[in-house]
């Protein structure tokens, strides 16, 4: 049985003893909600590995509540680091460090680097203190599926196999942290977040784009994208102008449900009110002008349309700027290689 507390003071506590114990407990950030577990105990570890059906090659990031207690899973910062932590912690962004010699290899599925962040979430912060171990916590999903930015969505995909959901409300931001590595001699981006390419390029200088930050509005390369994110129906993403982009959910649209299939549109309020006369289900996520906002509902979104069961999604990227490129990303991973370039991928301004 998986126990659901509101987030208050008891709430807290009795989760934090559950924590201290060895148990796990789903806890709200300001990104999305995360599957927790003593990050120094084994035994926990490999129970978040077992309750989400991770893979064991998937290193997690190790949550703290406070800077004192970096040295816990670290060693000193690199003037880099400490700059980043200063200005951006805590906030959506997980630095990749050296791992200090108390962290076990299981959370860094044997790297000598930790990934380590510092939630903004009052509630976050409040759960690790009183736990007073950093805590290791991936997306509270199942292996593959979406992130949760609520209680309920924790629930659908990890009811019975943790032992408490702290529920808190939804999640703010709605797309996970900025992954940064500064282990090697130039930062780089392993995966876009709350806190933009543009602001760590401001304050850092160079910043290199790796992993998957490399692929997504990139040159995609079909063959390389895992199947993160994935929804159960086959999602297609046009990538493009917004009105190129438009013209072609349209067509594919109209072709599919000729063929009788039922198609469901993730797309901007915009694209919603021009594309409403198709017979599609359509599930809009905010106005294009405004990204964060398309952030906060994109997985609620997602989910909602997916549980109707459409043969396919069609959606449009809004861009690569700011928190537009971790949305691009997100899509781009959902769509698992189903993915129309209609421009070249030149930088582009949110429209
Ligand atoms: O917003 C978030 O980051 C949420 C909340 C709960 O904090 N957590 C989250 O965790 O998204 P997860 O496990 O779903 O994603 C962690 C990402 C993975 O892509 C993993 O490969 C990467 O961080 N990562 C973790 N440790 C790493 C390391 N040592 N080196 C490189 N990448 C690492
Ligand atoms: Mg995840």
């Not at 599957?35 to 035994?43: M, N, R, V």
């Not at 509540?65 to 400490?82: I, K, M, N």
């Amino acid at each position: 049985m998986t126990k659901v507390l509101p987030a208050d003071a008891a709430g807290i506590r009795e989760a934090a003893a559950t924590l201290a114990a060895g148990g796990l407990v789903a806890f709200p950030t300001e990104t999305v909600y995360g599957l927790g577990g003593d990050a120094l105990s084994t035994a926990a570890v490999a129970r978040i590995f077992a309750a989400k059906g991770r893979p064991a090659e998937d290193p997690l990031i190790v949550h703290l509540a406070d800077l004192a207690d970096l040295p816990r899973v670290t060693g000193a910062l690199s003037p880099q680091a400490a700059l980043l932590a200063g200005r951006l912690w805590p906030g959506p962004l997980t630095l990749v460090l050296p791992r200090g010699p108390a962290v076990p290899h299981s959370v860094t599925a044997g790297r000598e680097t930790v990934a380590v962040r510092l939630p903004a979430h009052p509630v976050a912060r409040a759960l690790i203190a009183a736990a007073g171990t950093p805590v290791a916590a991936p997306s509270a999903n199942r292996f593959g599926h979406t992130s949760p930015t609520s209680a309920a969505h924790v629930l659908a995909d990890l009811g019975g196999r943790i032992d408490l959901v702290l529920d808190g409300g939804p999640a703010t931001i709605g797309v996970e942290s900025t992954v940064l590595d500064l282990s090697g001699p130039v930062p780089t981006l392993l995966r876009p977040g709350g806190v933009s390419l543009e602001t760590l390029r401001e304050l850092l200088g160079e910043v290199a784009l790796g992993g998957r930050a490399a692929e997504a509005g990139g040159q995609i390369a079909p063959g390389l994208l895992d199947r993160h994110y994935a929804p159960e129906s086959a999602l297609h993403l046009c990538v493009g102008a917004p009105a190129a982009c438009r013209g072609w959910i349209r067509a594919q649209a109209a072709r599919q449900i000729a063929a009788g299939r039922r198609v469901g549109l993730l797309v901007p309020d915009e694209d919603a009110a021009l594309l409403a006369g198709l017979a599609a289900d359509i599930e809009p996520l905010g106005p294009a002008g405004d990204p964060a906002a398309i952030a906060g509902r994109l997985y609620a979104a997602l989910r909602a349309l997916d549980a109707r069961r459409p043969d396919v999604i069609l959606a449009r990227d809004i861009g690569d700027v700011g928190i537009a490129r971790a949305i691009l990303d997100r899509l781009t991973r959902a769509a698992a290689g189903r993915v129309s370039i209609l421009t070249p991928s030149e930088r582009r301004a949110t429209q």
